[in-house]
Nanobody, 123 residues
Framework: QVQLVESGGGLVQAGGSLRLSCAAS????????MGWFRQAPGKERDIVAA????????YYADSGKGRFTISRDNTKNTVYLQMNSLKPEDTAVYYC????????????????WGQGTQVTVSS
């Protein structure tokens, strides 16, 4: 089992920034690809970004391209999502997820999920 705990969410004004963190624990984190997802009220959960184990491969959904950056520090078993120029439509619960296989795009499977952290962007 891999346990994932997100943090860093909160309330921010439009145009502001937040950095989300996802700390992994449990069985070895080694080799796992990571993804960030979000789910707004009444909507499906969508991929935001993904990163391979070594960090060489990344994927961004159109919603975050140019504004969001995914990164990871494997020495700390932590993945980050830097979000800049936030918009009210970015308001959602953000989840991180882990899977042994890197997968880009929507429709990818992830074995492990965190509980989520709320991000609210006010206009």
């Amino acid at each position: 089992q891999v346990q994932l705990v997100e943090s860093g969410g909160g309330l921010v004004q439009a145009g502001g920034s937040l950095r989300l963190s996802c700390a992994a624990s449990g069985r070895t984190f080694t080799g796992y690809a990571m993804g960030w997802f979000r789910q707004a009220p009444g909507k499906e959960r969508d991929i935001v970004a993904a990163i391979s184990w070594g960090g060489r491969r990344t994927y961004y959904a159109d919603s975050g391209k140019g504004r969001f950056t995914i990164s990871r520090d494997n020495t700390k078993n932590t993945v980050y999502l830097q979000m800049n120029s936030l918009k009210p439509e970015d308001t959602a619960v953000y989840y991180c997820a882990a899977d042994p296989l890197y997968c880009s795009g929507s429709g990818c499977h992830y074995d492990y999920w965190g509980q989520g952290t709320q991000v609210t962007v006010s206009s």
